[in-house]
């Protein structure tokens, strides 16, 4: 076996891998980052269709990322964002109702009158309120229903926290839903894309790596985690050596404890740490599903949460002018939804889409099963440090920053303090 010696491992060319091993090798360390997959980005990573780069999963900016706001301007894609005022509908029997503005609850006909005036306080609360700690241990579905009352929850928030979350409302807790519905209240209804596509921003960070001097290999998985130790195996299936006195972590926790030769000596809050799995589909088609770019399937219940168009936000994000939109639904991976194949699964995604345009066609459609998509935040989640107790490693990524929310801000800011960690401890 080959033997290549680092300053620094990088395991996992997401957001927060990038993020950091773009901050150590500007701190002057000899990088090596280490992507199992052919293309880098993880879950903000791209395909490629008909000529252009498109999302593997809808990915949009708010006003509120303000990390990744610094990322596009240090990468030159800050003054060609697209920004666009967006709707989030919600879909009851074939009837659209907007809520993303405070005034769109008094038109919002699901709920009755008492209930929307509820749901008025409950929406400030929500906004003014910026600290949510102190409700980390409080079950979601009992504070929903004391603010807004029983039928509510059930009708609302039940069938949402399951489509959204992919968690029933029981194991959420307030602390986070609070804060993400508090970030939400903030961001309203300015959302973003870069015009050269995501890809760009991430082929962006991969080149700085490397003309820092910084080392990138995908289609690499990390196979084994030691101390100071990495094994890995490339595309050509031949295993390889590299060694390191700090290796950072990018991957899931699941992933890390599965690989690394001494898991029980890791930090104990990585074992805690459960992801939910996501079946995403993206698709072309020159039908108008709808004008709206978040759409929020309520009733009746559909075998997808939500349908995004990413066409509303990014007009040239398809070719030749189709729509290209977004479905998703969460599943865990033994269920028939996420075992079924990818013809059976585009039929019945493509019935369920009949039900509201008849005549539906796609031009095409691309299946992506996403076994880590996101951690489940449930009641008394915690966070792993930054640095761990295991000699020489170090944790980046979403699921060490409860209770933010997973978008890329989340994961470029814990992969820069990750690098920042690693580079006073020098
Ligand atoms: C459906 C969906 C929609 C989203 N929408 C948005 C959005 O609109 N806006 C937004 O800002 N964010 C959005 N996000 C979130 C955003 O994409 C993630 O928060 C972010 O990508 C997480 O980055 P990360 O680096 O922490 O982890 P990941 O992106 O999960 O990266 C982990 C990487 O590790 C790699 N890896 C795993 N095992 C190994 C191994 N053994 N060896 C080497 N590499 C390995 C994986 O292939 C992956 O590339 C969305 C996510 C999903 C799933």
Known sequence: MTEERYDALLLGGGPAGLAAAERLASGGMRVLLLEREAELGGLA?????????IPMTYHHVMGIDTVTHAFLKRFGMWDSMIWRRIKVVFWFHGRPYPLTQPWHIFTFRPLTPIERLRFVRFGLTCYLRRDWHALDAVR???WIERMIGRRAREAIFEPLAEMEFGTPLSAVSTGWLGSRLHESARNRDRYGYPSADLKTLIDRIAAAIEGKGGQIMTETAAVRVGRETVEAVGPDGARRLFIAPRIVSAVPPEILLRIHEEPDRLDPELATIRYRPLICMCFGS????????WNVFMAPPLRFGGIFNHTALHPEGGASGEYVYYL???ADEDSPLYRASDEDLAETYLEDIRTMRPGFEYLWHRIFKIPYSTPRYGLGYRNPPV???YPGLYHAGVYRRYP???TMHTALLSGCETAEAVLKRR
């Open 286 to 293: 020159r039908h108008l599903i709808s004008p709206h770019y």
């Open 328 to 330: 998703f639904s969460y």
């Open 387 to 389: 640095v761990s107790r």
């Open 140 to 142: 979601c579905d009992e």
């Open 404 to 406: 933010c929310t997973r």
């Open 45 to 53: 990573r791209s395909f490629r269709q008909d000529g252009k780069w």
